[in-house]
């Protein structure tokens, strides 16, 4: 079996290989949406001769971690005709992905898993848990009344100037937050076409954009696609603008991170929400990865032991000394009990701040010296990540 970059001869395989394998096939701005994908991101094949039997798309993404955006690969649309199956094929495309990232200078990448064990087993790791949330018209929350700074456009009416201040505060955010991705205008059109009935409510105060939503209205439901504020003032200010609707819909949908205390200051905050982990996370290069990384309190030198079969170049010992210099060392000198040693699925987890240093030490069985992981702690940025994009 021929691994590869797919020619844009065999394109029209993509299409036929992705509609065959997903639930629901592709027409109109979805299939021009997936084309231009395939035209911009890494696109693997599978070869039998000149047949695609296999794929493998490596979408060309960023990532915030601690306030450092690295380039990322968010790896999709994965999948193999079912006569090829049991062969080894995505372990090759799997394989050949992380080669293909670390020398596109990926340094991270993100998935939603079919399988965790799956894509754990080729070192990627969950890493943000999802809180999906339905509210009853009865349950909706106030705020008072009070006369709040709205202005509203669609992709389907759209207002240029509020969008671009839409797209740029949401930028600044995606920076501030750890987890964050940036849209670029690419992507922005591929939500577009993806959710072209969407609604845009931006909530000003004193000139300055400080929150907006991004919203779909269907059959009574009041579905939130982005909920993204600046303040609580700009919170409280979108609530009162989605309860104002009311008289038209009976529920609100949306999601959120699960860490947050959603809901806490709702007057009836006992509405449905269920728990999803749908992304996982993994670092491809892990020297790179660190050298970026926003290090904090770095007592004494620190040592990590990373195993990783599937990229032999992260299999290292790594030290990282007081000023946060990392480097790779060739000594076995350090004992077990001074030196962190982690698979890279739980390393990644680590790093980006979804598991403690404790649970990542407890995870792989792995001891060592409480004071090491009091250490590691203390240079470890503690915010969780919150990851929404999907791809």
Same mark, same amino acid.
């Given at each position: 079996m021929d691994?590869?970059?797919?020619? +844009?001869? #065999?394109?029209?395989?993509?299409?036929?290989?992705?509609d065959y394998c997903f639930p629901n096939k592709y027409t109109g701005p979805r299939r021009e #949406?997936?084309?231009?994908?395939?035209?911009?991101?890494?696109t693997l094949?599978?070869?039998?001769?000149?047949?695609?039997?296999?794929?493998?798309?490596?979408l060309p993404l960023n990532m915030t971690v601690h306030g450092i955006s690295y380039?990322?690969?968010?790896?999709?649309?994965?999948?193999?005709? +079912?006569?090829?199956?049991q062969q080894g094929i995505i372990k090759k495309l799997m394989t050949e992905a992380l080669q293909n990232m670390r020398e596109n200078g990926q340094i991270i990448s993100v998935l939603a898993p079919f399988s965790v064990s799956f894509y754990r087993h080729f070192g990627w790791e969950l890493f943000f848990e999802k809180l999906y949330y339905t509210i009853p018209q009865s349950m909706f929350p106030s705020f008072g009344k009070q006369l709040d700074v709205v202005k509203r456009m669609s992709f389907e009416w759209p207002d240029s100037e509020l969008f671009e201040?839409?797209?740029?505060?949401?930028?600044?955010?995606? /920076?501030?937050?750890?987890?964050?991705?940036?849209?670029d205008d690419a992507?922005?059109?591929? /939500?577009?076409?993806?959710n072209p009935d969407s609604h845009f409510a931006a909530y000003f105060n004193e000139g300055h954009l400080e929150g907006y939503i991004r919203y779909t209205i269907q059959q009574g439901t009041f579905d939130i696609q982005d909920f993204i504020v600046a303040n609580y003032s700009a919170e409280q200010a979108m609530w009162r603008y989605m309860t104002s609707h009311a008289?038209?819909?009976?529920?609100?949908?949306?999601?959120?991170?699960?860490?947050?205390?959603?809901?806490?200051?709702?007057?009836?905050?006992?509405?449905?929400?269920?728990?999803?982990? #749908?992304?996982?996370?993994r670092v491809v290069d892990a020297h790179a990865?660190?050298?970026?990384?926003?290090?904090? #309190?770095?007592?004494?030198?620190?040592?990590?032991?990373?195993?990783?079969?599937?990229?032999?170049w992260n299999e290292q010992i790594y030290q990282i000394n007081k000023s946060g210099h990392v480097s790779i060392i060739e000594t076995n000198s350090i004992s077990d009990m001074h030196m962190l040693t982690l698979p890279i699925n739980l390393f990644s987890a680590m790093m980006v701040g979804y598991l403690s240093v404790k649970d990542a030490v407890i995870y792989a069985n792995q001891p060592i010296e409480e004071k090491i992981i009091q250490q590691w702690q203390w240079a470890l940025p503690t915010e969780k990540p919150a990851f929404y994009e999907y791809f």
């Open positions: 691994i590869r970059i797919v020619s +844009p001869n #065999d394109y029209g395989q993509i299409h036929q290989l992705r #949406d997936f084309h231009y994908w395939i035209e911009h991101s890494a094949g599978a070869y039998d001769a000149k047949k695609v039997v296999g794929q493998l798309l490596i380039k990322m690969g968010g790896i999709g649309f994965v999948a193999t005709y +079912p006569e090829y199956r201040k839409i797209k740029e505060f949401h930028q600044a955010m995606a /920076i501030a937050q750890n987890g964050g991705m940036i849209r992507w922005w059109k591929r /939500i577009e076409r993806r008289a038209s819909v009976s529920s609100m949908k949306g999601v959120t991170s699960n860490h947050r205390p959603f809901g806490f200051y709702f007057e009836e905050p006992q509405f449905k929400k269920e728990v999803k982990q #749908d992304v996982m996370v990865f660190m050298k970026q990384y926003p290090w904090k #309190d770095i007592q004494e030198t620190l040592y990590v032991c990373i195993e990783d079969k599937y990229c032999p």
